[in-house]
T-cell receptor, first 114, second 113 residues
């Protein structure tokens, strides 16, 4: 069975500072990895995903994540955050087989301060 | 573009009452999922359906039943609601071959008193 651990429940950071949201996973089978973002009172939206190939993946709004197989990690980073990045971020892992069961981490609340 | 549609959006139930959360997707997706979201616990998978006619338990299936009525619809039923089932419920769907991206509905806020 797979599992996902997000190491920080809350991350406060000042505007224009860099940020890293940490995610570790475990699985006995091949997986796909995702980061989703949730703004208040909304559903989750895909931010970026790793399927195969280059281990560094990027989103359209400046976030990036790097798949590290040896450390079973998929940390999310942004070099300079904006107030509008304030949201909850979820790491997810999906089995690359069968029903593609997808499990989410507990979430990290990013709070960007002016 | 409707995407994934859930109903109702808000519901208050008394302990012991039953209800069904409805979910429909218009994207011709194969797999559908029900999650619950609770503070500090993220999203936990209740049940999922890999394809029409199949359903499987997720992380927290106790107290729930599901029906994959057809390819479009996947309902979640609470037979005898308990206060511990107060939560936000999200339906989601996924198309095989679409890089496993899951698309979410807007959520259903359920309170059991």
């Amino acid at each position: 069975a797979q599992s996902v651990t997000q190491l920080d429940s809350q991350v406060p950071v000042f505007e224009e500072a860099p940020v890293e949201l940490r995610c570790n996973y475990s699985s006995s089978v091949s997986v796909y990895l995702f980061w989703y973002v949730q703004y208040p009172n909304q559903g989750l939206q895909l931010l970026l995903k790793y399927l195969s190939g280059s281990t560094l993946v990027e989103s359209i709004n400046g976030f990036e994540a790097e798949f590290n197989k040896s450390q079973t990690s998929f940390h999310l980073r942004k070099p300079s955050v904006h107030i509008s990045d304030t949201a909850e971020y979820f790491c997810a892992v999906s089995e690359n087989t069968g029903g593609f069961k997808t499990i989410f981490g507990a979430g990290t609340r990013l709070f960007v301060k002016a | 573009n409707a995407g994934v549609t859930q109903t109702p959006k808000f519901q208050v139930l008394k302990t012991g009452q039953s209800m069904t959360l409805q979910c429909a997707q218009d994207m011709n997706h194969n797999s559908m999922y029900w999650y619950r979201q609770d503070p500090g616990m993220g999203l936990r998978l209740i049940y999922y359906s890999a394809s029409e006619g199949t359903t499987d338990k997720g992380e927290v299936p106790n107290g729930y039943n599901v029906s994959r009525l057809n390819k479009r619809e996947f309902s979640l039923r609470l037979e005898s609601a308990a206060p511990s089932q107060t939560s936000v419920y999200f339906c989601a769907s996924r198309l095989t071959g679409d890089g496993n991206t899951i698309y979410f509905g807007e959520g259903s806020w359920l309170t059991v008193v």
